[in-house]
């Protein structure tokens, strides 16, 4: 599959104005989307784009009405304070300053694991079998449902956050209490064993190019919050698969991406059978992270994109969000 990207429509860091990297927030995800901030705004900068930091929404709105802000590029994770469930998107879109990343629908839909789930599946796309925990549910009737091992995890929080991995029966309240901890409804999900794989999705010209995939080995016995932002010792092989079988992962990826209404660029979670050779859609993460550790930015660097070039083309992308008035003189 070709991962010839079109060039950057602009060369001049003029026409962006003064753009927000907004980071931080109150999500459960704080502390990754400060280093991923930090991470962007010094490569827009090095670019020559006139980049300033803000922490949180509410900064964020004083910023607006105060009219230091052409352009947000957002870089805030989760949701409840985090900018991927839509409020921010809604915000920016109501005020009129375009932003990063995927709009209102594509932000809510992926933040909602159930309900991206049942788009994919109304499309036929493969995603793990799966059973919608109500808070006080029969979590033991769901599991044999479900049947064991299975996993355990919020439907709406990123970056392993309330997950669990559930081998026995005994394990179930454990994980169930552990979820709980987080707002709004909990998965119960089929494990899948097999390699742990992600695709990022960038925009190329008007459409969205799907970048090789990565597959994850971690030390330990899978890819949690240990693995991700703090582990030396996490192996990540690009492209993850050869032939047919990257061809394959990287259509349901960006058919995946596509059809929960996502834009500009981000990322897809993927499972691989290891008995079968069957993948299995996981998640979207509509702003991804942009740490020492991401996966973005290790796949655009498969196909010759740099940190920084990423970064602009992640902002240039934004040119289209509603609320633009177009590039500047």
Not at 4 to 15: E, G, I, L, S, Y
Not at 18 to 23: E, F, N, Q, S, T
Not at 160 to 188: I, N, W
Request: charge should be negative; charged fraction near 25%.
């Amino acid at each position: 599959m070709s991962a010839t990207f079109a060039a950057p429509r602009f060369t001049d860091p003029a026409v962006f104005g003064r753009v927000a990297v907004l980071m931080g927030g109150t999500s459960s995800e704080r502390e990754v989307s400060l280093d991923s901030g930090r991470n962007v705004l010094e490569a827009l900068q090095s670019r020559g784009v006139d980049a300033f930091a803000v922490d949180g929404i509410p900064a964020l709105v004083d910023a607006i009405r105060a009219g230091t802000v052409d352009r947000v590029f957002n870089i805030l994770h989760g949701n409840k304070g985090g900018g991927e469930d839509g409020v921010l998107q809604g915000l920016c879109e109501a005020l009129g300053v375009p932003v990063t990343g995927s709009g209102v629908l594509g932000s809510s839909l992926s933040m909602d694991k159930i309900r991206t789930k049942q788009v994919w599946l109304s499309l036929g796309l493969p995603t793990p079998r799966y059973v919608r925990l109500a808070k006080g549910a029969d979590v033991h009737d769901a599991a044999r449902g479900i049947g064991l091992p299975l996993i355990i995890k919020p439907s709406c929080e990123g970056s392993s956050v309330g997950v669990s991995r559930v081998h026995d029966e005994a394990g179930l309240d454990e994980a169930v209490a552990l979820a709980a901890r987080y707002p709004g409804e909990m998965l119960m999900e089929q494990l899948v064993v097999g390699d742990e794989l992600t695709v990022a999705v960038l925009a190329d010209g008007a459409g969205h190019r799907a970048l090789p995939s990565i597959r994850i080995v971690p030390k330990g016995e899978w890819y949690d919050y240990n693995a991700k932002y703090v582990a030396e010792d996490t192996q990540y092989l690009c492209p993850g698969l050869d032939g047919a079988a990257e061809d394959e992962i990287r259509r349901i990826a960006l058919a995946a991406f596509e059809a929960a209404g996502c834009s500009g660029w981000g990322r897809v979670d993927v499972m691989r059978d290891r008995a079968t050779g069957d993948f299995f859609l996981l998640e979207v993460n509509t702003a991804p992270g942009m740490t020492s550790h991401s996966l973005v930015p290790k796949a655009a660097r498969e196909v010759g994109i740099g940190f920084e070039e990423l970064c602009w083309r992640v902002l240039e992308a934004g040119m289209d969000r509603p609320g633009d008035g177009g590039a500047r003189a």
